[in-house]
């Protein structure tokens, strides 16, 4: 079925390293979130792509939306262990009736100070 | 304003029994969701409901009812509980629409032995 995947599944880097995760679906997607989890708590939201090729920036954190709108991307750079927790992405199905998004599996980021 | 608040934080229960997890929020918000975290998992939809009276399944909902019989409250009831169900059921609310920032609980850690 329909679903969105997200690679890597987890990931360690040194302090100071960059860091992406990569979301990519099945289906065109109408826009795509990004949320954060650090861990025992619960997803924050980060930001919200719509436009086919957007990129957008939060200080050391940059968002792109693929031209086609089948995939994601979030790169952090000069990671920090303030970092560390689960991505996810969560994207608008195309064709889905309007009423849910679909959450990609995370990717598990791990900073070794 | 509070958000979205959920009770309990955690339970334990025995397989066979029954709980209804609860979930209110206070920004009148029309769209609500109960998702279940496995540990190391992604999010997976049980439940949604795009206004009072409104409910609709998601991706995973066998085993779970809800009602929704007021804008602010959107409880998840569990029948005959089963270990299966052991997992984190986060509860979340969005404005309008399914691309609107979805805002999440603190979450209820639920085990079933």
């Known amino acids: 079925g329909q679903q969105v995947m997200q690679i890597p599944q987890y990931q360690h880097v040194q302090e100071g390293e960059d860091f992406t995760t990569y979301c990519n679906s099945s289906t065109t997607l109408s826009n795509i979130q990004w949320y954060k989890q650090r861990p025992g708590g619960h997803p924050v939201f980060l930001i919200q792509l719509v436009k086919s090729g957007e990129v957008k920036k939060q200080k050391r954190l940059t968002f792109q939306f693929g031209e086609a709108k089948k995939n994601s991307s979030l790169h952090i750079t000069a990671t920090q262990t303030t970092d560390v927790g689960t991505y996810f992405c969560?994207?608008?199905?195309?064709?889905?009736?309007?009423?849910?998004?679909?959450f990609g599996g995370g990717t598990r980021l791990m900073v070794k100070p | 304003n509070a958000g979205v608040t959920q009770t309990p934080k955690f339970r334990i229960l025995k397989i066979g029994q029954s709980m209804t997890l609860q979930c209110a929020q206070d920004m009148n918000h029309n769209y609500m969701y109960w998702y279940r975290q496995d540990p190391g998992m992604g999010l997976k939809l049980i439940y949604y409901?795009?206004?009072?009276?409104?409910?609709d399944k998601g991706e995973v909902p066998n085993g779970y009812n809800v009602s929704r019989s007021t804008t602010e409250d959107f409880p998840l009831r569990l029948e005959l509980a089963a270990p299966s169900q052991t997992s984190v059921y986060f509860c979340?609310?969005?404005?309008?629409?399914?691309?609107?920032?979805?805002?999440f609980g603190p979450g209820t850690r639920l085990t079933v032995l």
């Open positions: 969560a994207g608008e199905l195309n064709n889905n009736a309007g009423n849910m998004l679909t």
């Open positions: 409901s795009v206004g009072a009276g409104i409910t």
């Open positions: 979340a609310s969005s404005y309008s629409r399914v691309r609107d920032t979805q805002y």
